[in-house]
């Protein structure tokens, strides 16, 4: 059975999966894909079904309800860990994230580190197509979360990410709260807290080209908020 796992979060990415699905079975090195659906209405559910008649390792969770990408990213690492798995990975559905970067990600996991973070910004500012704007609220969100926590990430919100399964056992899923942005600087806070060892591994960004971000300013806001408040727990000893 393979030990490599990529979860992939979906809401309304149909016009994406195939491609990201065929490239990442593609590549040389095998992994397994779950694709965690939550109840899409335009049909993402059913075309990952389909496609599952040619792919042997495409697996789907469908939830009853969009709740947030930290939400299905727990619901992912649970099933994982109820299985084989040893190296977990979260992924864009929309080819943000280059699945061929999979291998360099893994590379670093089996060599030094136990979170391997695919980032934007441990070398410049490596992202393609995406507005100034959102470049910009990234890249602060990011310096924010690192000056707040003392997270040593350059690329805290990022959300292409390897973990090696002792991480996931490590950490109390329930105990995950955030969504967005959020959860993705909660999830290396508290493995770093763990003293697990982060790695970045520098990729380039591409903007999707089909779809609809799913950012909101809620997901923001509780990036900003919940930092503080990671800070603030870790300090009272309660995180």
């Known amino acids: 059975m393979p030990e490599n796992l990529v979860i ?22 095998p992994f397994d894909v779950l694709v965690v659906d939550d109840n899409s209405p335009d049909g993402t559910a059913n075309l990952v079904k389909s496609l599952q008649l040619n792919y042997r390792q495409l697996f789907l969770e469908v939830r009853k309800e969009k709740d947030g990408l930290g939400k299905a990213y727990t619901h992912g690492f649970r099933w994982a860990l109820e299985r084989d798995y040893q190296f977990i ?30 980032s934007r910004y441990s070398h410049g500012v490596n ?17 924010y979360a690192r000056f707040v926590t003392g997270l040593p990430v350059h690329d805290a919100t990022a959300g292409f990410v ?8 490590t950490l109390d899923l329930n105990q995950i ?17 763990k003293k697990f060892r982060i ?8 903007n999707r080209v089909y779809g609809e971000s799913k950012i909101s ?23």
Not at 162 to 169: A, F, P, S
Not at 199 to 206: G, R, W
């Open 8 to 29: 992939i979060p979906t809401y309304n990415e149909k016009e994406n999966m195939e491609a990201v699905l065929r490239e990442t079975f593609s590549l040389e090195i």
């Open 89 to 118: 990975f979260e992924m864009d559905a929309d080819l943000s994230h280059n699945p061929k970067d999979l291998p360099r990600l893994l590379e670093a996991l089996k060599k030094d580190a136990d979170v391997a973070v695919g």
């Open 127 to 143: 992202v393609v197509n995406w507005p100034m704007s959102r470049v910009l609220l990234s890249f602060i969100a990011s310096k």
């Open 162 to 169: 390897g973990y090696r399964r002792i991480v996931l056992e």
């Open 177 to 193: 709260k955030f969504k967005g942005y959020g959860f993705q600087i909660e999830m290396k806070y508290k493995a770093w807290r």
């Open 199 to 206: 790695q970045e591994v520098p990729i380039i960004f591409t």
């Open 217 to 239: 300013s809620n997901i923001l806001g509780e990036a900003v908020f919940g930092i503080l408040m990671l800070r603030i727990r870790s300090i009272f000893g309660r995180l």
